[in-house]
C-alpha cells in the first residue's frame, strides 16, 4: 500500500477512535491502538520523531484505556484537577517541549523539532488526563490538535492535516458531550 492509503486508513481509524471516545463508549480504543500502529511507521517516514514517538504511546495508552476505561468511567466524567496543578504543568511542559526541541534539532534530521516536541509533551500530558476520565483533556487536545494542523500540512501529510482540524471541532464537541453527561 503506498503512503497515501496508509495515511487514509490512519486517519479513518482515528476518526473513529474520536468520535467513539467522545460518547464514552470503550470500543474507541482499539481503533487508538490500530492508527497508532500506523503512524509510528509514517512519522518516521516523514521525520517528525517526537509524533512517532507519541503515536508509539498512544499504541500502549490505548491497551491501558481498553483495560481500565469501564472501570474509569463508572464514576462519570468530572474534573478533578485543580487549576493551580495545571499552573505549575503548563511552564514545565514548556521546558520539556524545549529540551526535546533543542535535542532533535542536535541529534536528528528531525523536521518542526520545536512545534513535534510541542504537540508530544502535551499531548502525552492530555492523553493521561483522557484515559483517567479528566474533563479537561479536551481543553488541552483543542489546542494540540490545532498546532497539528500546522505541523502536518508541513510535513505534507495533508489528510493527517485535515484530520487535525476535524479533531479541533471534536474536541469541542468532546468536551461538551462529556460535561454533560
Given at each position: 500500500?503506498?503512503?497515501?492509503?496508509?495515511?487514509?486508513l490512519?486517519?479513518v481509524?482515528?476518526?473513529?477512535?474520536?468520535l467513539?471516545?467522545?460518547?464514552?463508549?470503550?470500543?474507541?480504543?482499539?481503533?487508538a491502538?490500530?492508527a497508532?500502529?500506523?503512524?509510528?511507521?509514517?512519522?518516521?517516514?516523514?521525520s517528525?520523531?517526537?509524533?512517532?514517538?507519541?503515536?508509539?504511546?498512544?499504541?500502549?495508552?490505548?491497551?491501558?484505556?481498553w483495560?481500565?476505561?469501564?472501570?474509569?468511567?463508572?464514576?462519570?466524567?468530572?474534573?478533578?484537577?485543580?487549576?493551580k496543578?495545571?499552573?505549575?504543568?503548563v511552564?514545565?511542559?514548556?521546558?520539556v517541549?524545549?529540551?526535546?526541541?533543542?535535542?532533535?534539532?542536535?541529534?536528528?534530521n528531525?523536521?518542526?523539532?520545536?512545534?513535534?516536541?510541542?504537540?508530544?509533551?502535551f499531548?502525552?500530558?492530555?492523553?493521561?488526563?483522557?484515559?483517567?476520565?479528566y474533563?479537561?483533556n479536551?481543553?488541552?487536545?483543542?489546542?494540540?490538535?490545532?498546532?497539528?494542523?500546522y505541523?502536518?500540512?508541513h510535513?505534507?501529510?495533508?489528510?493527517?492535516?485535515?484530520?487535525?482540524?476535524?479533531y479541533?471541532?471534536?474536541?469541542?464537541?468532546?468536551?461538551?458531550?462529556?460535561?454533560?453527561?
Open positions: 500500500m503506498r503512503f497515501y492509503a496508509w495515511e487514509a490512519a486517519v481509524f482515528s476518526l473513529l477512535y474520536t467513539l471516545i467522545g460518547n464514552g463508549s470503550a470500543w474507541a480504543w482499539p481503533f491502538i490500530f497508532g500502529i500506523i503512524y509510528v511507521f509514517l512519522c518516521v517516514r516523514k517528525i520523531y517526537a509524533e512517532a514517538f507519541l503515536h508509539f504511546f498512544y499504541i500502549f495508552m490505548g491497551v491501558y484505556g483495560v481500565t476505561w469501564s472501570s474509569n468511567t463508572e464514576a462519570g466524567y468530572q474534573s478533578t484537577l485543580s487549576v496543578i495545571h499552573l505549575v504543568l511552564p514545565l511542559l514548556f521546558l517541549t524545549y529540551i526535546s526541541g533543542k535535542l532533535l534539532s542536535r541529534f536528528t528531525a523536521k518542526a523539532t520545536f512545534v513535534d516536541s510541542f504537540t508530544t509533551i499531548s502525552v500530558w492530555a492523553t493521561f488526563l483522557m484515559v483517567n476520565v474533563l479537561e479536551w481543553w488541552y487536545f483543542i489546542f494540540i490538535n490545532g498546532v497539528g494542523v505541523l502536518y500540512a510535513r505534507k501529510m495533508y489528510l493527517t492535516s485535515g484530520l487535525m482540524v476535524i479541533v471541532i471534536l474536541s469541542v464537541k468532546g468536551y461538551w458531550q462529556w460535561s454533560t453527561m
